[in-house]
């Protein structure tokens, strides 16, 4: 914002959150292209179901594999795009500097429980190592696979809280609340018709001119 | 606001019935966890958060049992569940069919259909809004799609502001009561009920409440008549028929896959996905770019439900080993009050809860704890997760806190207040209540149909 008179520590900090957005971002299509991969793999199997009679005996538990990690592998993204939900109808009304402060509050809570997750991942990855546990599907899968993918994004997830909020301290301790806000406050409904409106326009470009 | 007031005189029958009944219910620890969770909702603390760090205090005050060490496959369990798949998939179905462009077509081809009606485009605004809703599940969506593809209709026309806007916000409150519905995956995951079971009892209700609100229309256009538009010559209408096929088509593979039994919810996810992609590619809008911001928004969608999903699995599992849910249900099952006026309570809270919190978060969060209360009393499961999303969707549009009235609000060609939207919503409001109270009355709306089933 204001150019060189910017502390370089928080240039820094921004650079950091900037980097590890982008690696969020790339997780998160990947993330997608999963689910995508998903619903072919799903209609794979109920059309070879059907017709010939085969099925890959897996599509249960490998799919839900996939759901376990594209959650994981999308919650930095989510973070970074301010789309977690929270309850915010009374803290928009709350005065800039209360609110900043309130939401670098509701980061390190949620930075709180994103290491409690990241740590009980960590547990279960673990004992499933030492139990070189499988599943019961027919291919008997080692579990340590899709949980170490599920765990990997929880770790992202965590690192993201952790450079947004070195951000947010640093834009506090230099008084300037409203960078925080714009940095953590969550998206009003006119971001959201915005982006439905978006993807409405996608729709109405011609096919090709 | 009326939400707060409500709650709080909820909380005070609840405080007053456990002191007067002498039970041995921890009053002081519930009241004191209940003031930690309101704090936290109201300085904005992340939903997900306050629900788990909520159980982590649970488990450290009250358990003397090692609970930390099923931490991680209490984490593990839902967000790697097959029925779950089922939302990722849905939501993905409904983004390429916004970026489709199916929704244009969908409304030109029913307005053709109804216009003369008295009422006429307004009951397009319905229709189109419902059957849009049957192939998507989110609400907000489906009011954003069809208000921008409907509201140029009425540029220049002498139909009232109110009843435009009303009209489709009510419609987009259809959109997650009309199969499938991302909230009976979610009500089904957690209270393990079969959710192909609680698509064909909202069956029913849905067309109940799409008929209510024709009718509310039907009553509005005989009581304001405008002149009808002249009739259409028959061969365009049939040409019109053509342009509704590939919606049917969609609809079809989606429902009655799961319907007639052939695929479960999540498969017909899958087909629907590929379905949606395939009539892209007919419509000549199948790209990379399309699929690309497709799963980007899935991708999101999914992982602010699967966060929520960590921190309500975690402070349930911990509420369950302190079995508060089991003694609640007891307490209130042994309280001397009729079932009805429990229920009515239940639903009222609901109501309330939803002015400000949105739908999905909304069931998570409550659904673990009051559903073994609704069993205890021995009200059906399928019938209740119809109920609830019921009351979701009508909190969504009643003022002054409904998501869907927003997003309607900003997207009017002709400014104006936000009370005209209020206003104009308030008769479908009401019919949507009317729906409620048919339901409580005569629950075999929702039951009948599985029943026939099997």
Known sequence: MSGAAEPAILRVARGLRVAVSALAAGMAYLAGWNYIACALFITADVVGRSTIGISSTATVEVTGYMLAGGIAWGLAHTLARRAHIRVDVWVNRLPLMLRAWLHFLSLLLLGAFAAFCAWAAWALVEESILFDAHDNSALHLPLVVPQGIWMFGILAFCLMILVLALESALTLLLGQPEELDRLLGSRTLEDETAEALEAVEMSRQAKTP | ?454
């Open chain 2, 1 to 454: 606001m009326i939400a707060v007031i409500l709650l709080l005189l909820l909380l005070g029958i609840a405080v007053f019935a456990a002191v007067t009944g002498g039970a041995a219910i921890p009053v002081t620890e519930i009241l004191a966890l209940t003031g930690v969770f309101l704090v936290f909702f109201g300085a904005g603390v992340y939903i997900a958060a306050v629900l788990g760090l909520l159980g982590i205090l649970v488990g450290l005050t009250f358990s003397d049992r090692p609970w930390w060490a099923f931490a991680g496959q209490t984490l593990w369990g839902p967000s790697s569940n097959f029925v779950l798949v089922a939302v990722p998939l849905f939501l993905l179905m409904g983004e390429i069919l916004l970026r489709a462009g199916l929704s244009d077509r969908l409304y030109k081809a029913l307005n053709i259909w109804l216009n003369r009606l008295p009422g006429g485009l307004l009951h397009t605004n319905i229709v189109s809004c419902a059957v849009f809703s049957a192939i998507s599940g989110s609400s907000v969506a489906t009011a954003a799609t069809m208000g921008s593809v409907a509201l140029p209709y009425f540029n220049g026309t002498r139909y009232n502001q109110r009843m435009v806007l009303g009209s489709l916000a009510a419609g987009g409150a259809l959109g997650n009561l009309i199969p499938p519905g991302i909230t009976f995956i979610i009500y089904g995951l957690i209270t393990e009920t079969s959710v192909g079971a609680l698509y064909i009892a909202a069956f029913l209700p849905s067309i109940l409440v799409t008929g209510l609100f024709a009718l509310v229309i039907l009553g509005h256009g005989i009581l304001r008549p405008l002149d009808r538009p002249p009739p259409l010559p028959l061969r365009l209408k049939l040409r019109a028929l053509l342009d509704l096929i590939p919606t049917m088509i969609l609809m079809f593979l989606v429902l009655g896959s799961i319907y007639a039994g052939y695929a479960t919810p999540t498969e017909a996810a899958a087909l629907g996905v590929v379905g949606a992609a395939g009539f892209a590619a007919l419509e000549g809008k199948l790209s990379l770019r399309l699929l690309n911001a497709s799963a980007e928004a899935t991708a999101r969608n999914t992982a602010l439900l699967g966060l929520i999903i960590f921190g309500a699995y975690l402070l349930n599992y911990l509420l369950t080993t302190i079995n508060v849910p089991q003694a609640l249900a007891g307490f209130i099952a042994g309280l001397p009050l009729p079932p009805w006026a429990i229920m009515a309570c239940i639903l009222a809270l609901y109501l309330a809860l939803g002015t400000f919190m949105e739908g999905f978060s909304m069931i998570i969060t409550t659904v673990p704890v009051v559903f073994p209360i609704v069993t205890a009393l021995g009200y059906d499961p399928i019938w209740f997760g119809v109920m609830v999303t019921m009351l979701v969707e009508i909190a969504q549009i009643s003022p002054p806190d409904g998501t869907v009235m927003y997003v309607l609000q900003g997207m009017r060609p002709r400014p104006g207040p936000i009370t005209d939207v209020f206003v104009g919503v308030v008769p479908f409001l009401a019919a949507y209540l009317l729906a409620v109270v048919l339901l409580m009355i005569w629950p075999g709306i929702a039951l009948w149909l599985p029943r026939m089933m099997g």
